[in-house]
């Protein structure tokens, strides 16, 4: 069964530091990786995604995420983070049933950017 | 487009009424997604259609929860009788073909006293 493993709840940074977010993931087949994030009271909205080509995906407002196959990873980087970064990600993989697709969402990281 | 629109945004009832909440997907979009997020939980698939057809009802906590999708543009996810626990924020989502985005309505925040 295809799962997904965020490893850290929290995570506080300073503004302008690195950040990454780790995401681990199990699936005997191919599948397609996504990063969600998710303001304050407001519905999930896709970061990024890697579907196939290149293992480097990067989001419009700086974000990049790797997808290494032997390591069965795709941790979320940002080199230089803002407070308007502060929200909670989410790492998913697409599972295909019956013909059908859903996503396996991990538990969440609360990303928090102090001053 | 407008988006997944969700109603209500917020709801509060007693525990033993039904409730009914409504999500309106992107038109041509033909798969329907509902989950459940709370603090404990996290965010928890409960069901969803292809094409209309619920493919995967595993998520769905108790017989008390139901869901329907009459048509393309229109699901709704019924509880009867509510509990207390069944406090969350109900996320509808849809999306178009396998790897594409899944998109996101605001929710509908139920409270049950």
């Known amino acids: 069964a295809q799962s997904v493993t965020q490893l850290d709840s929290q995570v506080p940074v300073f503004e302008e530091a690195p950040v990454e977010l780790r995401c681990n993931y199990s699936?005997?087949?191919?599948?397609?990786l996504f990063w969600y994030v998710q303001y304050p009271n407001q519905g999930l909205q896709l970061l990024l995604k890697y579907l196939s080509g290149s293992t480097l995906v990067e989001s419009i407002n700086g974000f990049e995420a790797e997808f290494n196959k032997s390591q069965t990873s795709f941790h979320l980087r940002k080199p230089s983070v803002h407070i308007s970064d502060t929200a909670e990600y989410f790492c998913a993989v697409s599972l295909t049933q019956g013909g059908s697709e859903k996503l396996v969402f991990g538990k969440g990281t609360k990303l928090t950017v102090n001053p | 487009d407008a988006g997944v629109i969700q109603s209500p945004r917020h709801e509060v009832t007693e525990m033993g009424q039904e409730v009914t909440l409504r999500c309106k997907p992107i038109s041509g979009h033909n798969s329907l997604f509902w989950y459940r997020q709370t603090m404990m939980r996290g965010l928890e698939l409960l069901i969803y259609?292809?094409?209309?057809?619920?493919?995967?009802d595993s998520g769905m906590p108790e017989d008390r929860f139901s869901a329907k999708m009459p048509n393309a543009s229109f699901s709704t996810l019924k509880i009867q009788p509510s509990e207390p626990r069944d406090s969350a924020v109900y996320f509808c989502?849809?999306?178009?073909?396998?790897?594409?985005?899944?998109?996101f309505g605001p929710g509908t925040r139920l409270t049950v006293l």
């Open positions: 989502a849809s999306c178009g073909w396998r790897g594409d985005t899944q998109y």
């Open positions: 259609f292809n094409n209309n057809v619920p493919i995967d």
């Open positions: 699936s005997s087949v191919s599948v397609y």
